[in-house]
Nanobody, 114 residues
Framework: VQLVESGGGLVQAGESLRLTCAAS????????MAWYRQRPGRQRELVAQ???????KYEDFARGRFTISRDNAANLVHLQMRHLNPEDTAVYYC?????????WGLGTQVTVSS
């Protein structure tokens, strides 16, 4: 399955963005879809994940500000991000839990100015 992220951009602190991950095939049977991010000079880190049944998990920095959702019928996964701050500046990647490991998109850049 191929994953394509969109929705990134340049925003000011306090603003919101909605990222979208479009999959080339059905995601209905993919157990977990997730968003990761890689900040400048840092390792890639999990942001949030969502199971096929809708159960979600958030990292501490995302909980309460970010919302992950999936539309299995449309093969889409979204990440709604609110109250963004400069520390959220990163490349955001969509990931799929596939049989042979994680599948990745190419990422979308999010830049938050102070």
């Amino acid at each position: 399955v191929q994953l394509v992220e969109s929705g990134g951009g340049l925003v000011q602190a306090g603003e919101s963005l909605r990222l979208t991950c479009a999959a080339s095939e059905s995601i209905a049977n993919i157990p977990v879809m997730a968003w990761y991010r890689q900040r400048p000079g840092r390792q890639r880190e999990l942001v949030a994940q969502i199971a096929s049944g809708g159960l979600t998990k958030y990292e501490d920095f995302a909980r309460g500000r970010f919302t992950i959702s999936r539309d299995n019928a449309a093969n889409l996964v979204h990440l709604q991000m609110r109250h963004l701050n400069p520390e959220d500046t990163a490349v955001y990647y969509c990931a799929a839990d596939l049989d042979d490991g994680l599948g990745w998109g190419l990422g979308t850049q999010v830049t938050v100015s102070s």
